[in-house]
């Protein structure tokens, strides 16, 4: 059975992908940006806390990443990319999730509109993460 605090964090990350849809939809692409990286990284910590060979603990993430001498997010990624079975497709999940990072970076902090298409690329690149955690992985259904 599911831990129902990893629970919650699935239905926030399912949650910001479907706001990010409606931001998408109604042209706020800066803000779908935001919610289709976050939904991502909140699978990840998730995966990486109950579904790999070797988990860390969702309230441990934050204090490996400083004793490794990385941000959070690096870590979470570098971690669970190091996870999948295939190391290519690690390290493809790696560099996609890094440039989906940019993007958000660029959303959040940029003195910049992104266009649709850049909105809508995101969109699907974070899809393709999520489908990629969840064949690695299994799914929290």
Request: one cysteine or more; a positive charge.
């Amino acid at each position: 059975m599911i831990d129902p605090n990893h629970k919650k964090i699935i239905d926030k990350a399912e949650e910001n992908q479907v706001a990010g849809d409606c931001l998408l939809s109604n042209c706020y692409t800066n803000a779908s940006v935001h919610c289709y990286y976050y939904s991502v990284f909140q699978y990840c910590m998730i995966y990486l806390s109950d579904k790999v060979s070797i988990p860390i603990a969702y309230n441990q993430q934050e204090r490996q990443a400083k004793r490794n001498k990385l941000g959070p997010h690096e870590f979470v990624i570098q971690e669970v990319s190091l996870c999948f079975s295939n190391p290519q497709i690690g390290a493809n999940f790696s560099k996609n999730m890094f440039s989906l990072k940019k993007i958000r970076i660029q959303a959040d902090y940029k003195c910049l509109k992104l266009t649709n298409g850049e909105a809508n690329n995101a969109s699907i690149l974070s899809k393709e993460l999520i489908e990629s955690l969840k064949k690695e992985f299994g799914d929290y259904v």
